[in-house]
T-cell receptor
Framework: DTGVSQDPRHKITKRGQNVTFRCDPISEHNRLYWYRQTLGQGPEFLTYFQNEAQLEKSRLLSDRFSAERPKGSFSTLEIQRTEQGDSAMYLC?????????????FGEGSWLTVV | KQEVTQIPAALSVPEGENLVLNCSFTDSAIYNLQWFRQDPGKGLTSLLLIQSSQREQTSGRLNASLDKSSGRSTLYIAASQPGDSATYLCALHSGSARQLTFGSGTQLTVLP
């Protein structure tokens, strides 16, 4: 069990550029989540996949954000035309069951700084 | 809409002290509650999961309790150590939402 892996761990980009983050969940987990966290706050939900289907999207996920999970394996989160307000840590998590008994495991996060 | 509050925002204690971290929530219709630890600049590490039918869970020096009727959970840490210094977050699955709703966390510092 290698845990949830995220890449890159840190990304500095200029405003207006596109960035993409990758998440590899724990291998037997069919549920995958993306969260965003800013300093001093708890993580905020962005989106949820069950296998390859994107079942929930937060209102925080503007049109500039898109997430995919082809073949129900790894996932990517792309941010287009980045803005300074996008600077945050993007966390990926996975789990194998829904709700009750649903221990969620997080990755180390991907830090984004938009300058 | 579920709201989760953690008080205090920061706590400093001497090594060896027993301590309690608090988490309160507004909607008692929860499925489970999970406590996490987060070290600076790192991801979240799951500590304990309490299902809605349970009252408490224990792991080593940690004990988490859940009282749905009062909308509260506590995380008890026995014999605190400097290595326990971190931010502790509680999060809930509730309603029809598949996502976790997080509190803002309690930043714990254990002084040697």
């Amino acid at each position: 069990d290698t845990g949830v892996s995220q890449d890159p761990r840190h990304k500095i980009t200029k405003r207006g550029q596109n960035v993409t983050f990758r998440c590899d969940p724990i291998s037997e987990h069919n549920r995958l989540y993306w969260y965003r966290q800013t300093l001093g706050q708890g993580p905020e939900f962005l989106t949820y996949f069950q296998n390859e289907a994107q079942l929930e999207k937060s209102r925080l996920l503007s049109d500039r954000f898109s997430a995919e999970r082809p073949k129900g394996s790894f996932s990517t989160l792309e941010i287009q035309r980045t803005e300074q307000g996008d600077s945050a840590m993007y966390l990926c998590a996975s789990s194998s069951r829904d709700r009750a008994g649903n221990t969620i495991y997080f990755g180390e996060g991907s830090w984004l700084t938009v300058v | 809409k579920q709201e989760v509050t953690q008080i205090p925002a920061a706590l400093s204690v001497p090594e060896g002290e027993n301590l309690v971290l608090n988490c309160s929530f507004t909607d008692s219709a929860i499925y489970n509650l999970q406590w996490f630890r987060q070290d600076p600049g790192k991801g979240l590490t799951s500590l304990l999961l309490i299902q809605s039918s349970q009252r408490e869970q224990t792991s080593g020096r940690l004990n988490a309790s859940l009282d749905k009727s009062s909308g509260r959970s506590t995380l008890y840490i026995a014999a605190s150590q400097p290595g326990d210094s971190a931010t502790y977050l509680c999060a809930l699955h509730s309603g029809s939402a598949r996502q976790l709703t997080f509190g803002s966390g309690t930043q714990l510092t254990v002084l040697p």
